[in-house]
């Protein structure tokens, strides 16, 4: 089992940039690959981006490919979103999200399906005002 906890959302500007983190505690947390999804109001789970357990691979949605980094440091059982050039569309409440298995599946459905995963966090809150 591991437990997640999303940190690092706020209210920010057009073009601004943010990082949020997660926070994982539990088992073995390489073992985990870990996405982030985001939900606006009144829409349903997207997918964000993706990273292997060993942090070597990652996938992007591409409405975020070339503005979004996501990273982890498994000695300190976290993962990151760095995310650059906001936009107002990127306003959304930013989930992380963790399935046992550190490799990512060959499939883009697969990666970016959140009804794999099995572990998710409360979520963090990123407003982006224009």
């Known amino acids: 089992q591991v437990q997640l906890a999303e940190s690092g959302g706020g209210l920010v500007q057009s073009g601004d940039s943010l990082r949020l983190s997660c926070a994982a505690s539990g088992s073995s947390f390489s073992d985990y690959r870990t996405a982030w999804f985001r939900q606006a109001p009144g829409k349903g789970r997207e997918f964000v981006a993706i990273?292997?357990?060993?942090?070597?691979?990652?996938f992007y949605a591409s409405s975020v490919q070339g503005r979004f980094t996501v990273s982890r440091d498994n000695a300190k059982n976290s993962v990151s979103l760095k995310m650059n050039s906001l936009k107002p569309e990127d306003t959304a409440v930013y989930y992380c999200a963790a399935i046992l298995g550190g490799v990512l599946p060959p499939s883009a459905r697969s990666r970016s399906d959140p009804n794999q995963y099995q572990h998710w966090g409360q979520g963090t809150q990123v407003t982006v005002t224009s």
């Open positions: 990273i292997s357990g060993t942090g070597r691979s990652s």
